[in-house]
């Protein structure tokens, strides 16, 4: 089985819509695939309606928290999307997404950079708005080459010139609500140090204690050095370790299936999942 734990769609920062996203989960090769965009189930029942045959398709969500100043995302697999109190928390940090995109259009005004609030209205094209967004009218722009040029302290990296913070989630309180959710929780590339600050690993430790079932180490930010040493952390802490793409389609260079979950791990993430199921593919649209 060929196991992609997280990817993106247009619902929130990647290019490809939900049903394009599955058909080329399914072209690439893929057995499962999982939607998570950022704070949003909006993508979900697209993805669903238009998922092959052949190709499962794990519900989830990608969260954003903050622990002691350092940015952070979470990983949520099948977890109840109605549950109200996880469903509050989404909404208020989603909430918070437009008035942040105004204010790096603002601060980078102010540092010269011609972009517009329209310009990043319309590359969003009615996703959740986010820095990718922003990054992208960069490039439009020329001022970087890459969308991943733009994730540096010159402009859009935490502490960056024109970074904007936002209402990010307490991570331990991520964990405690997808949990109450029915839900599994796994830290997202926790070493990716090129995207600024990282959390300690004392920090993995506390989540780990606190109920956290799993890391991200095969990632396309993480290093052969990076990937051994959390690999080693992972068995200490007694975490599920699994490995994904973080496709965004156009936006990153990676691909499909670049990184892939182990079957065994991706077996024990839905035996502990109780808010949500895999959803197998009949043919869709």
């Given at each position: 089985m060929r196991i992609d734990l997280h990817c993106h769609s247009t619902a929130s920062d990647g290019t490809d819509t939900p049903a394009e996203l599955v058909r080329k989960a399914a072209a690439a090769g893929l057995d499962v695939v999982a939607l998570t965009d950022?704070?949003?189930?909006?993508?979900?029942?697209?993805?669903?309606?238009?998922?092959?045959?052949g190709l499962t398709l794990v519900p989830g969500a990608e969260l954003s928290c903050r622990l002691d100043g350092v940015s952070m995302h979470m990983l949520a697999y099948l977890f109840d999307p109605e549950e109200t109190a996880l469903l509050?928390?989404?909404?208020?940090?989603?909430?918070?997404?437009?008035?942040?995109?105004?204010?790096?259009v603002a601060k980078l005004n102010a540092l010269g950079v011609p972009v517009t609030w329209e310009q990043v209205e319309r590359i969003a094209a009615g996703g959740s708005v986010g820095r990718p967004h922003v990054a992208s009218?960069?490039?439009?722009?020329?001022?970087?080459?890459?969308?991943s040029d733009a994730f540096t302290e010159e402009w859009l990296a935490d502490g960056g010139r024109a970074c904007v913070e936002k209402h990010e989630t307490d991570p331990f309180e991520a964990i405690r609500l997808v949990k109450a959710a029915g839900g599994v929780c796994?830290?997202?590339?926790?070493?990716?140090?090129?995207?600024?600050?990282?959390?300690?690993?004392?920090?993995?430790?506390?989540?780990a204690a606190a109920g956290l079932d799993g890391i991200e180490v095969d990632h396309m930010d993480h290093d052969a050095e990076t990937r051994e040493r959390l690999r080693g952390l992972a068995k200490d802490l007694g975490l599920l370790v699994t490995g994904s793409s973080d496709y965004h389609g156009t936006r990153k260079t990676v691909t499909l299936g670049a990184y892939t979950t182990d079957p065994e791990v991706y077996g024990e993430i839905t035996r502990r999942a109780t808010g949500a199921f895999p959803v197998p593919g009949a043919g869709g649209a």
């Amino acid at each position: 089985m060929r196991i992609d734990l997280h990817c993106h769609s247009t619902a929130s920062d990647g290019t490809d819509t939900p049903a394009e996203l599955v058909r080329k989960a399914a072209a690439a090769g893929l057995d499962v695939v999982a939607l998570t965009d950022h704070d949003t189930t909006r993508g979900h029942a697209e993805a669903i309606a238009a998922l092959p045959a052949g190709l499962t398709l794990v519900p989830g969500a990608e969260l954003s928290c903050r622990l002691d100043g350092v940015s952070m995302h979470m990983l949520a697999y099948l977890f109840d999307p109605e549950e109200t109190a996880l469903l509050a928390e989404r909404e208020l940090v989603r909430d918070d997404r437009v008035p942040r995109a105004k204010g790096m259009v603002a601060k980078l005004n102010a540092l010269g950079v011609p972009v517009t609030w329209e310009q990043v209205e319309r590359i969003a094209a009615g996703g959740s708005v986010g820095r990718p967004h922003v990054a992208s009218a960069l490039v439009e722009l020329g001022v970087v080459e890459t969308v991943s040029d733009a994730f540096t302290e010159e402009w859009l990296a935490d502490g960056g010139r024109a970074c904007v913070e936002k209402h990010e989630t307490d991570p331990f309180e991520a964990i405690r609500l997808v949990k109450a959710a029915g839900g599994v929780c796994v830290f997202a590339h926790p070493a990716a140090a090129k995207r600024g600050r990282t959390v300690p690993e004392s920090a993995i430790a506390e989540l780990a204690a606190a109920g956290l079932d799993g890391i991200e180490v095969d990632h396309m930010d993480h290093d052969a050095e990076t990937r051994e040493r959390l690999r080693g952390l992972a068995k200490d802490l007694g975490l599920l370790v699994t490995g994904s793409s973080d496709y965004h389609g156009t936006r990153k260079t990676v691909t499909l299936g670049a990184y892939t979950t182990d079957p065994e791990v991706y077996g024990e993430i839905t035996r502990r999942a109780t808010g949500a199921f895999p959803v197998p593919g009949a043919g869709g649209a």
